[in-house]
Structures are given as structure tokens and as C-alpha cells.
């Protein structure tokens, strides 16, 4: 076991050149970040999960009730031919994989209950991490990520900042396991299982400078879907088409403008010419690279519903991977019939380095140490 944590923790993958582990080890005088920090988000990511049941039964479904998007009650099966064909023509004791496409009623009313949750988490760390990066040089310049690095020391509110998202991705990828199985349950847990990889990886190499604005960039976006779902449970349709709007613009001008010419700037040119290039480097930027080749697809197939939304007055199947079940498809039939709505959400599912600021307090002396 020693050989392998030694194997693993190799200084030279993980470090500039001489730079070793014992550097950055914590004193009276500076602390940074150490991978034992981490495990404190497995019992926070299950407290997370736990506040999300509370909030979900306690606060989401009184307000889901009041805005009419949940029933009091299960809901009274609807005529439908294609059900009534796959029990007479096809089997009379479907299996569980085919009860799950078919059993809409609970499925509906629980995912409508669990976007509250996530809209209130994905507004509240936005919010606190764009209050957070206000106050740092790097956000005004991100030639800061690297100055002095790797000793960079580590404050509170990055260490919080950190620990909360990682937690919430550990939180997600349990709930899978206890929520109404969908259709894109692997893939959605591979998506959290590369984030979680990715906010570990940067925590323990202390790249948590440019690693902030990553996570502060990506969840740009994410509420504005959340809350463009609930529009559309709750029938306010244009509300709901134009939240859609504003999630669409600000996901593909995020994920192919700043993010590129932001994040991969200062990674792969502006990290060059302050640290160089050394083995966990290339790593973390190949993984920035794969990352960008997915907000591409993502874009794509995002312009694609917002195309067929306004242009074409309605949207078929949306073809992303991270679709909802299939039950937003047929809720929508009534006897084998498709009616089809101006809706840009039905198949839809979550998900330069200076502009001229001073920098001031505990960060100004960076560039100092460079």
C-alpha cells in the first residue's frame, strides 16, 4: 500500500520541478491546500442530500402546490394507446426497465419537486463564488493564478467555495441511486464522476486559483435552465421561453467565448511563461481541451432546440445526451397522439485575464514572489 501512495503521489507528475510535498506542507504561518481536506465532503455531501429531502418536502412542494405544478394527489392515468398496445400486443408483465419508460406519474411529479432544489443550490454558489472572485486579482487578471504558484496560500472562503460544489457532485452522484432511474443514468453519472475528478485534481495540486474560475464560469448558466423548468410546470410559457433564451445565450457565449479565451488562456499560454509546463500540467489540460469539445456538441445541440423552438414553433426530441426520461416525451400524448407545443424544454436537461481592476489585500503581494 506504501508503494502505491508513493507511486501515486509521484512529486514530479504532480509538481513544478523542485517543488516536493514538504513544501507545502501547513505551519503556524501558511497553509495550503492537502488532499485530507477532501474527505471531509463525503459526510458533507451526505448532510447535502439530507437538507435536500428536508427542503424538497418542507419548502419545494408547499411552493410547488401553491403554483399548481403538483398534484395533491397521484394523478389519474390518462387514456393511451400506446401503453394499452404495449400491455396487449406486447407483454402483460413488463419488466422494470420497460416500467420505468412507461410509469409516468410519479416520475413527473418527483423531478418537478427536485428542480427547486437545484435551482436554489445552483443560484445560491454562483452568487457566493462571483462575491468571492470579486474581491481576488485573479479574477481581474488571471496572470495571478500562477504568480508565486505553487505556494499559494489557501483562505476560508476558497476552501468553502471548493468543498461546497465538490460535495454537491458527490450528493448528485448518490441521489442517483435513491431517485426515479432515468434513461441517461449513466452517462449523467459519468458527467459527475469527471467533475468530481476534476475539483479533486486541482484541489490537490493547489491549482485552486484558476480552478474557481472554472467552477464559477460553468454554473453561470445552470439556474437559469432550472428556473426556465419550473416556468413550464407551472405554464407561465412565456416566462418559460424566455428564461430559455437567457440560459441558451449565456451557456454558448460562456462555454465558446470566455471559457476558451479566459480559462484556456491563461492555462495553456499564460501558466507557460510564469511556471512552465510540467506532467500534471498536461494532464489538467488535456482535460480543460475535452471539456471545451463538449461545450461544443452542447452548444450545437442547444442552438438546435432554440432553433426549432422560435423558428419552427415547436421542438422535437431534443438529441443531448443528458435528456430528460422518457416521460416528458408522452405526457404530452394523449390515445397515441403527439401534440406538439412552442415548448423549447420538453426532452431538455440540466446543464482577456485583465479588465483594468486594482488589485488590493491579501492578494496584492503575489507578484512579488513570482
Known sequence: MAGFSAWFWNERFWLPHNVTWADLKNTDDAEYPQAGDLLFAFPLAFGIFLVRLAF???????????????????RRAQPNAILEKVFTS?????DEKRLEGLSKQLDWDVRKIQRWWRLVFYFYIFFYGVRFLWKTPWFWDTRHCWYNYPYQQLVF??????????SFYWSLMFSQFTDIKRKDFLIMFLHHLATVGLITFSYSNNMVRVGTLVMCLHDASDFFLEAAK???????QRLCDSLFVIFGFVFVSSRLGIYPFWILKTTLFESWEIIGPYPSWWFF???LIVLQVLHGIWSYLIIRIAYKAIVKGKVSKDDRSDIESSSDDDDSMTNGTRTHQHNPLKGAN?????????????WAGDHEFA
Open 157 to 166: 472562503d476558497m476552501y468553502y467555495y471548493y468543498i461546497m460544489e465538490l
Open 56 to 74: 424538497e418536502r418542507f419548502i419545494a412542494k408547499p411552493c410547488a402546490l401553491s403554483l399548481r405544478i403538483q398534484a395533491n394527489g397521484p
Open 285 to 287: 489540460n488535456f482535460l
Open 230 to 236: 419550473l416556468a413550464n410546470y407551472a405554464k407561465y
Open 350 to 362: 440540466s446543464t482577456n485575464g485583465t479588465n483594468g481592476h486594482l488589485t488590493t489585500g491579501a
Open 90 to 94: 406486447i407483454t402483460k408483465s413488463p
